[in-house]
């Protein structure tokens, strides 16, 4: 294999437009296949969730999941596609070893639905992604590449097909062509994927976790040269499977088409595998076109014709779309949008609410959880909700701080002392003996204590520089561990200076 060439990110945005286009599948969370009875549960033993049906085996016949009907018609209604009135499934026709009827079920020129768009924003611009399409196919087995170093076919011993997941209801979502993105390309393409696992997440219809491949993604990029009217030649990078890699797959691309272009060479219209060592991609196999597959109406599988009734029924089961909620939270806990992006950006919005539910007010729940819980999440190198603690647990904390037992410092303690298994808060302020010193007498005694040692200052607060009383108050603190109110501290030492 040559080394591959790329022109400098930079330098090709200055040169050429990119054009993108995303294809994501999404595998529905139903309890059976898309056209039998068999279970879907991930991690099986291979080959233990399959019948006639999914295996393909003569005389055996389809019937439709109304529970994946609803799930897609769901996600379409959440994209604001159209939902069409009458449709057929068609077969795709192609070999692969793991696909045991030599054709997939899916959907051709009759998509279920069409004509949808969603909007992702990039550093605070909004992007408007037109959704070509939504039509519900089958997936297909699984294919282990035994003995190569890299799990892929090249230099493999032999290979094993497990047929469990073969037939599970599979979701296609294809967006139109998306333009004028600019240097922005890679990171709208990872907002739109991002943004479409938020949405379908928020419909339960998927766990949509892409490194399970519940959720997968196809990334289609193509040049075309500054000024141009046509459209360059796109490549296909297959089943990118994290956020991350959908951003390097993009850059990565357009990086290798520029040099390719510039050098007076042609893009090949193929398929392409994402590395996620190097950040790059090389060639797979050149792309079919749809001629290739001789598709036909599926004669085994009744037309599908939802009624308007039932369409409406499920519009009326959709949630707060993630959009929304965000809106409606950035209202009511007062945010920026510069504050918004980062809780959503650090996936602290839930964790909040959360807290919010259990009792704590939304400006000490932000707080603690983007500022010493991200810190601490940032420290083990885990996502915050990895954390091991629960948003009742923060509100319990912040209950603690509102009623004065204990202050942010001793809070902070509580804190490390759940994350290191110590037990709830309550148990970790019991076991750590971490209450806030609120015996008036106990205190008054430390404060008296520290005016004595500290003569000079205290003249100077008698004296009225009342800021002096600062270093008062830090004394206090230092005094008592930690465990002192130190507004209350404030107030008697104030008290006892005569200048309250
Ligand atoms: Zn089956």
Same mark, same amino acid.
């Given at each position: 294999?040559?080394?591959?060439?790329?022109?400098?990110?930079?330098?090709?945005?200055?040169?050429?437009?990119?054009?993108?286009?995303?294809?994501?599948?999404?595998?529905?969370?139903?309890?059976?296949?898309?056209?039998?009875?068999?279970?879907?549960?991930?991690?099986?033993?291979?080959?233990?969730?399959?019948?006639?049906?999914?295996?393909?085996?003569?005389?055996?016949?389809?019937?439709?999941?109304?529970?994946?009907?609803?799930?897609?018609?769901?996600?379409?209604?959440?994209?604001?596609?159209?939902?069409?009135?009458?449709?057929?499934?068609?077969?795709?026709?192609?070999?692969?070893?793991?696909?045991?009827?030599?054709?997939?079920?899916?959907?051709?020129?009759?998509?279920?639905?069409?004509?949808?768009?969603?909007?992702?924003?990039?550093?605070?611009?909004?992007?408007?992604?037109?959704?070509?399409?939504?039509?519900?196919?089958?997936?297909?087995?699984?294919?282990?590449?035994?003995?190569?170093?890299?799990?892929?076919?090249?230099?493999?011993?032999?290979?094993?097909?497990?047929?469990?997941?073969?037939?599970?209801?599979?979701?296609?979502?294809?967006?139109?062509?998306?333009?004028?993105?600019?240097?922005?390309?890679?990171?709208?393409?990872?907002?739109?994927?991002?943004?479409?696992?938020?949405?379908?997440?928020?419909?339960?219809?998927?766990?949509?976790?892409?490194?399970?491949?519940?959720?997968?993604?196809?990334?289609?990029?193509?040049?075309?040269?500054? %000024? &141009?009217?046509?459209?360059?030649? $796109?490549?296909?990078?297959? *089943?990118?499977? =994290?956020? #991350?890699?959908? @951003?390097?797959? !993009?850059?990565?691309?357009?990086?290798?088409?520029?040099?390719?272009?510039?050098?007076?060479?042609?893009?090949?219209?193929?398929?392409?595998?994402?590395?996620?060592?190097?950040?790059?991609?090389?060639?797979?196999?050149?792309?079919?076109?749809?001629?290739?597959?001789?598709?036909?109406?599926?004669?085994?599988?009744?037309?599908?014709?939802?009624?308007?009734?039932?369409?409406?029924?499920?519009?009326?089961?959709?949630?707060?779309?993630?959009?929304?909620?965000?809106?409606?939270?950035?209202?009511?806990?007062?945010?920026?949008?510069?504050?918004?992006?980062?809780?959503?950006?650090?996936?602290?919005?839930?964790?909040?609410?959360?807290?919010?539910?259990? %009792? &704590?007010?939304?400006?000490?729940? $932000?707080?603690?959880?983007? *500022?010493?819980? =991200?810190? #601490?999440?940032? @420290?083990?190198? !885990?996502?915050?909700?990895?954390?091991?603690?629960?948003?009742?647990?923060?509100?319990?904390?912040?209950?603690?701080?509102?009623?004065?037992?204990?202050?942010?410092?001793?809070?902070?303690?509580?804190?490390?002392?759940?994350?290191?298994?110590?037990?709830?808060?309550?148990?970790?302020?019991?076991?750590?003996?971490?209450?806030?010193?609120?015996?008036?007498?106990?205190?008054?005694?430390?404060?008296?204590?520290?005016?004595?040692?500290?003569?000079?200052?205290?003249?100077?607060?008698?004296?009225?520089?009342?800021?002096?009383?600062?270093?008062?108050?830090?004394?206090?603190?230092?005094?008592?561990?930690?465990?002192?109110?130190?507004?209350?501290?404030?107030?008697?030492?104030?008290?006892?200076?005569?200048?309250?």
């Amino acid at each position: 294999m040559s080394t591959p060439t790329v022109m400098k990110f930079d330098e090709a945005l200055v040169r050429f437009e990119p054009v993108l286009g995303l294809e994501t599948h999404i595998e529905l969370g139903t309890a059976s296949k898309m056209f039998c009875g068999c279970p879907t549960e991930f991690g099986a033993e291979p080959n233990t969730q399959v019948c006639p049906v999914c295996l393909g085996l003569p005389g055996s016949l389809p019937v439709a999941n109304r529970a994946a009907i609803e799930g897609i018609i769901k996600i379409g209604l959440a994209l604001n596609c159209e939902i069409v009135e009458w449709c057929r499934f068609a077969r795709k026709n192609y070999f692969y070893p793991d696909m045991p009827k030599n054709y997939q079920i899916s959907q051709y020129d009759e998509p279920l639905c069409v004509d949808g768009h969603l909007e992702v924003e990039v550093d605070g611009e909004v992007f408007r992604v037109e959704i070509e399409r939504v039509h519900m196919e089958e997936d297909t087995g699984k294919s282990l590449h035994v003995g190569g170093a890299t799990g892929r076919i090249h230099g493999a011993d032999h290979s094993l097909v497990d047929y469990n997941r073969a037939g599970i209801p599979l979701v296609e979502i294809v967006t139109k062509p998306i333009t004028a993105t600019g240097d922005k390309a890679p990171l709208v393409a990872r907002a739109y994927v991002t943004e479409l696992r938020e949405l379908v997440r928020s419909l339960g219809v998927s766990d949509v976790r892409m490194e399970q491949g519940s959720l997968r993604c196809d990334v289609n990029v193509s040049l075309m040269p500054r %000024g &141009a009217s046509e459209w360059g030649t $796109r490549t296909e990078t297959k *089943n990118v499977n =994290s956020l #991350r890699s959908v @951003e390097r797959a !993009v850059r990565s691309e357009i990086e290798r088409q520029a040099a390719v272009l510039d050098g007076g060479g042609k893009i090949v219209q193929e398929t392409r595998h994402f590395h996620e060592d190097t950040g790059t991609t090389t060639s797979g196999r050149s792309k079919e076109e749809a001629q290739d597959y001789r598709y036909f109406p599926e004669p085994d599988l009744v037309p599908m014709a939802p009624s308007r009734e039932w369409v409406e029924e499920l519009r009326a089961t959709l949630p707060e779309l993630p959009a929304a909620r965000r809106r409606r939270v950035q209202g009511e806990w007062g945010l920026s949008d510069l504050e918004l992006r980062d809780v959503v950006n650090a996936g602290a919005l839930d964790l909040i609410e959360e807290t919010v539910a259990a %009792g &704590a007010d939304a400006g000490a729940a $932000r707080k603690w959880w983007m *500022n010493e819980l =991200s810190r #601490r999440a940032t @420290e083990k190198g !885990v996502e915050l909700a990895e954390l091991p603690i629960e948003p009742a647990q923060v509100a319990r904390v912040q209950e603690m701080v509102a009623a004065r037992e204990l202050n942010d410092k001793l809070a902070r303690q509580v804190f490390e002392g759940v994350l290191a298994g110590e037990g709830g808060p309550d148990e970790v302020v019991a076991a750590r003996g971490l209450r806030i010193v609120s015996d008036e007498g106990a205190l008054t005694a430390i404060v008296d204590r520290v005016i004595a040692d500290n003569a000079a200052v205290a003249d100077k607060v008698r004296g009225g520089k009342v800021a002096a009383a600062g270093a008062l108050v830090g004394a206090v603190m230092k005094a008592s561990r930690g465990q002192a109110d130190a507004g209350r501290a404030r107030e008697l030492i104030l008290e006892r200076l005569g200048v309250s």
